[in-house]
T-cell receptor, first 118, second 109 residues
């Protein structure tokens, strides 16, 4: 398996521009997670999906952030408009969710997208 | 929400030394994972260990869920073990996933 795939690996943009980050989970996994890593706040969960449905987006910092999962093999995280404080590494992870109310299985992380907003 | 603490925050070792990293959490958890973030930023799975003990080569981990802690043991450390070690937990309630602040390990040749 190719693992979790993220693109682009690096993104440099100017303040006010729209940014779209992409993620392909591991085939067969039915849960997908978006995280953000910064020096100040460490690794934070932004949003996660089960079977393509958003379950909890309480970690999304502002309305400027949105995430979608149109099918089991693709998700996007969009920032519009972007601001310098959005500069961070954004990770996508996937896992296999077994039972309603049960624990998640092991999460596997993609290589991350390093976003710089000037 | 659940709080996750890791200690020590920083650790410097000579190659060949052993070390123990600790993760404390403030509430019951459904699962716990240990990760190694290498100097290139990759998050590498080490253990999925909600309870009990597991071993993988020079690394082993123990989680005592009833006492709300987990330990990661690194034996005969190598320079390639350098990086940041994170524990991450899923709480029992809202399926919230929380990472600890990490332990930064530097192994010197």
């Amino acid at each position: 398996d190719a693992g979790v795939i993220q693109s682009p690996r690096h993104e440099v943009t100017e303040m006010g521009q729209e940014v779209t980050l992409r993620c392909k989970p591991i085939s067969g996994h039915n849960s997908l997670f978006w995280y953000r890593q910064t020096m100040m706040r460490g690794l934070e969960l932004l949003i996660y999906f089960n079977n393509n449905v958003p379950i909890d987006d309480s970690g999304m910092p502002e309305d400027r952030f949105s995430a979608k999962m149109p099918n089991a093999s693709f998700s996007t995280l969009k920032i519009q408009p972007s601001e310098p404080r959005d500069s961070a590494v954004y990770f996508c992870a996937s896992s296999l969710y077994r039972l309603a109310g049960g624990p998640y299985n092991e999460q596997f992380f993609g290589p991350g997208t390093r976003l710089t907003v000037l | 929400g659940i709080q996750v603490e890791q200690s020590p925050p920083d650790l410097i070792l000579q190659e060949g030394a052993n070390s123990t990293l600790r993760c404390n959490f403030s509430d019951s958890v459904n699962n716990l994972q240990w990760f190694h973030q290498n100097p290139w930023g990759q998050l590498i799975n080490l253990f999925y260990i909600p309870s009990g003990t597991k071993q993988n080569g020079r690394l082993s981990a123990t989680t005592v869920a009833t006492e709300r802690y987990s330990l990661l043991y690194i034996s005969s450390s190598q320079t390639t073990d350098s990086g940041v070690y994170f524990c991450a937990v899923e709480d029992n309630y809202g399926q919230n996933f929380v990472f600890g602040p990490g332990t930064r390990l530097s192994v010197l040749p």
